[in-house]
Every structure is written in C-alpha cells, then in structure tokens.
C-alpha cells in the first residue's frame, strides 16, 4: 500500500512542480502518470481487503486510508490552486542562491512613524 501511496503523491508533486514553472506539457505528462498511479492504488486496495481477515486488520486498513486521504485533500488542494494559477499565466520561480535576501533586521529602517504624506509639513513646536 505504502508505495501507491507513493506514487500517487510523487506524481502530484511532480505535476504541481512542473505547473509552477509553467511546463505545462510536462504537467500533462505527470497527470498522465497520476491517474496511472491512482489506478494502481485503488487496485492495491481492494487486493488489500480482500486478504484482509481480521477485525483489528480491517480497522488498521481503515484507518491508513483515511490517513491517506486526508493528505490526499491537501495535496489535491495544492495542485488545483497549481492548475489556475497556470492558466492564469502565473509562473512562480525560487530564488536563486545567489539572490540577496533581506537585510539584517538591525540593518533594515528603524522608522516607527509612516512618511509624511505630500503636501504634509513638520510644525514647529
């Protein structure tokens, strides 16, 4: 059961990756290769509880598949937001290692009060 699982998740990773980068083609083919994999599990399933004789074994088959599907909310939930977001045009890129991050916070402004607004002048006390 354990590497359906697999396959079914490593499959979505590798679809909402390629959707992220905007490779929709390749996207395409891990969809391909999603489906495959959720056959496959659905498959291993019900070879799984048809060996299944125990009471105690049907309640641990249960509960993997409940744990199962759980995940399989989240990451399904990832990779439609990967799907519009695609077809929205939007391509998200990871910053290289070479790309500055933020300043040191003691680095960074230490304003306190937000800028005058145009038009706005200091009075003196």
Do not use: C, W
Request: without cysteine; positive net charge.
């Amino acid at each position: 059961m354990a590497v359906a699982e697999a396959m079914v998740t490593d499959a979505i990773a590798q679809q909402r990756t390629a959707l992220q980068a905007g490779r929709k083609l390749a996207a395409k083919a891990y969809g391909t290769a999603l489906n495959e994999a959720a056959r496959t599990y659905i498959a291993t399933l019900r070879a799984v509880r048809r060996k299944v004789t125990s009471e105690i074994e049907v309640e641990r088959l249960e509960a993997q598949r409940r744990a199962f599907a759980n995940l399989l909310r989240v990451e399904l939930a990832a990779l439609a937001t990967a799907r519009l977001s695609s077809e929205a045009g939007l391509v998200f890129k990871t910053p290289a290692a070479s790309d500055k991050s933020l300043p040191a916070q003691s680095e960074r402004s230490t304003r306190t009060h937000p800028p005058k607004s145009i038009g706005q002048h200091a009075r003196a006390a």
